[in-house]
């Protein structure tokens, strides 16, 4: 059984760094092919939106919203990703969720949710 363990949230001023991190677990045996890990942000009364995803050490996709201010990474450690945000503003604020792809060994295409990590940007 895959997990997802986040790590980082907390409490920042407006123009502030916060760094995330999510590591899975249980992926031996689980895990055949990995397809993408990403991180997703929920306003407080919006729905979860898309932040930054990378599918390879290469491809990385970002929302617009956070272009030039956030980015994304995967550790050295295989089955890790970091999210680097930077300039934050008052509406970077909300629940921060890891989000893990990957194809098990019966080639069906699995999807995981971390447990969510609170990011507040205030002054």
């Known amino acids: 059984q895959v997990q997802l363990v986040e790590s980082g949230g907390g409490l920042v001023q407006p123009g502030g760094s916060l760094s995330l991190s999510c590591a899975a677990s249980?992926?031996?045996?689980?895990?055949?092919?990995?397809?993408?890990m990403g991180w997703y942000h929920q306003a407080p009364g919006k729905d979860r939106e898309l932040v930054a995803v990378?599918?390879?050490?290469?491809?990385?996709k970002y929302a617009e919203s956070v272009e030039g201010r956030f980015t994304i990474s995967r550790g050295n450690a295989e089955n890790t990703v970091s999210l680097q945000m930077n300039a934050l503003k008052s509406e970077d604020t909300g629940v921060y969720y890891c989000?893990?792809?990957?194809?098990?060994?019966?080639?069906?295409?699995?999807?995981?949710w971390g447990q969510g990590t609170l990011v507040t940007v205030s002054s």
């Open positions: 990378i599918v390879s050490r290469t491809i990385k």
């Open positions: 989000n893990f792809k990957y194809y098990n060994s019966d080639r069906e295409l699995v999807e995981v």
């Open positions: 249980g992926t031996s045996g689980s895990v055949f092919s990995m397809t993408a």
